[in-house]
Each structure stands twice: as C-alpha cells, then as structure tokens.
C-alpha cells in the first residue's frame, strides 16, 4: 500500500516538524530542539526550552490544530523483533504502551539485552541491531545499538523514553510509519547523520561552512550548537523531500511490521559514507541521547 489519494493537492500546505530529540535526566529542555519548516525550502521556526513532557503537550497541541503535518524525530521506534516477543508484546504500538509504563524500569535495571551501565559490558551472543540499522550499516553508516543505554554514543536512553511519546501521537490520530495505514498528521524516525555525511558536526566551523554552502538560506538564524544544527538540517531535508511522503511503502515484511524503519530521502547518496575518509572513521548517532 503507498501512501498516494490522501496526500494529494495538499504539498504546499504541509507543515514540516523535526525534532533532536534528548533522552537526559537533567537539562533535556535545553537539548531538545524543534525546527518548523514549509515546503520546499523554507524554516520558520528553531527554539528550545521544552522538556519531553512539553514537547509532547506541544505536539499534540499541533497536530489537532494543523493535522497536514509530517514530524521527524531522532530516536529508534522500535526494537529487534526478538526483544518485542520476550517483552510478549505483538505490536510497536504495544510496545509503546509498555514502555510508557516500564520504561524507566528497563533503565534502572539495565539488564541483558541492554547495556551501557558502570559494570554492565555488551552481552555476547545478542543480536543487536534492527533491520533497518542492518541496512544502513551494510552501505558503511554506523547507528548504535538501541540496547546501548549508557557510554559514549548511547542512543537507547532517548528511544525508551521516546517511545511513550509514539504512543501518545497514536492514540490522538497520528499515523506511525511504517506501522500504521496511510494518512496525516504523519510521523517518521529519522537519522539525522544521514543528511548530513561530511559534517564534523563538533566543530562550528564545520557546521558553519556546511551551512554556507547547502542551506543558505540558513544565514539569518542563529545556528549555534550541534542539536539546533540537526534539528534545522532535518527539518529543511524533509520540506525538500515533501514529494516523498506520497510513495511511503508498508512495511516490507512482518520483521519490519514490528521493528520499523528510518526514513530516508529518495535518491539519498551513501557515496561520501563509502569513501575512504568515511571508513577509517566510522560516523553514528552521538552521545547519550
């Protein structure tokens, strides 16, 4: 099924939403950033200052008041499908549900399969990745492991607790991609890394160079730390890509029924990841979401 009749005559209407998401105990309203944008090219507006709890009241507040809306946000929406039968849940829209209420519960326990915590190493034997992630590292890009919830580059912190947030945005209306039938507001998971390949994003000189050369019309805005910079690079990535969201295919198998996938711009070049520069340096998802 692709997401085709319902999306139809309403391109320029659509409003873009992307948001670098933050999985910290302390601060998060600082690091979670919202970028707003209208096709195909234009930002309108880059702030933060919300916690994930803001963010969702935010949200929902958004879709209902502008349901043609396509939201982007940087976390992982699922698990291996391994993981989802031993929690004993059938469905990510289960799964959302179970981590609203035993989220933190997994995070306090840091138990196998997750790892990251003082004294609790990698489990052998366990696979690690989604699917999807399979894909994305089989072409020479590195996501983490979202069973990682501690150390450097940890992303399994922010999708837990991002999680309970895709379960809030379904049972108001939104549809989940690849889990859901076609239809708006929509919402996909995104990996910001993958717009931006060449980037050494902790240097602002970098960024700003970046900037300068892809996203002119960036120059007004006041683009001064790595999670406003993917926020705002996203958020016009997708505004670019509108066109995209009306050929969305279901989910390709039942593994990826359960898993998901992170989007990716039509014609999306992995040529600067297969360089030799990208390969002695493998590029992921960061720090500690």
């Not at 039509?266 to 002695?280: I, V, Y």
Request: aromatic residues 10%; contains cysteine; glycine residues 8%.
């Amino acid at each position: 099924m692709l997401i085709a009749n319902c999306f139809k005559g309403t391109l320029r209407s659509i409003r873009i939403i992307a948001i670098d998401w933050s999985g910290a105990a302390v601060g998060a309203a600082r690091r979670i950033w919202l970028a707003e944008a209208s096709p195909p090219d234009t930002l309108l507006r880059l702030e933060s200052g919300r916690a994930r709890g803001q963010m969702a009241e935010h949200l929902l507040a958004r879709i209902e008041q502008q349901p043609h809306v396509a939201i982007g946000l940087d976390f992982a929406f699922s698990f291996p499908h391994w993981f989802l039968r031993e929690l004993g849940v059938s469905s990510a829209h289960e799964l959302w549900a179970l981590t609203e209420a035993r989220g933190e519960d997994l995070l306090r326990a840091c138990e196998p399969p997750f790892w990251g915590h003082k004294g609790r190493s990698r489990p052998p034997l366990i696979e690690q990745f989604r699917q999807t992630e399979h894909a994305l590292r089989q072409r020479g890009v590195w996501p983490k492991s979202v069973f990682q919830i501690g150390g450097a580059g940890a992303v399994g912190t922010g999708s837990i607790r991002g999680m309970p947030l895709l379960h809030r945005l379904h049972e108001a209306g939104a549809r989940i991609w690849p889990f859901d039938p076609p239809g708006w507001p929509l919402v996909l998971e995104i990996y910001p890394r993958l717009f931006t390949p060449a980037v050494v994003k902790s240097s602002a000189a970098a960024r700003s160079a970046y900037l300068q050369r892809h996203f002119s019309q960036l120059a007004p805005w006041q683009i001064q730390t790595e999670d406003a910079f993917d926020a705002a690079i996203s958020a016009l990535v997708m505004a670019r890509h509108v066109a995209d969201f009306q050929a969305l295919p279901a989910a390709a198998n039942p593994v990826e029924q359960l898993e998901g996938r992170i989007w990716q711009p039509e014609g999306l070049n992995f040529a600067p990841w297969q360089s030799s520069q990208h390969r002695r340096r493998p590029l992921s998802r960061r720090r500690a979401r």
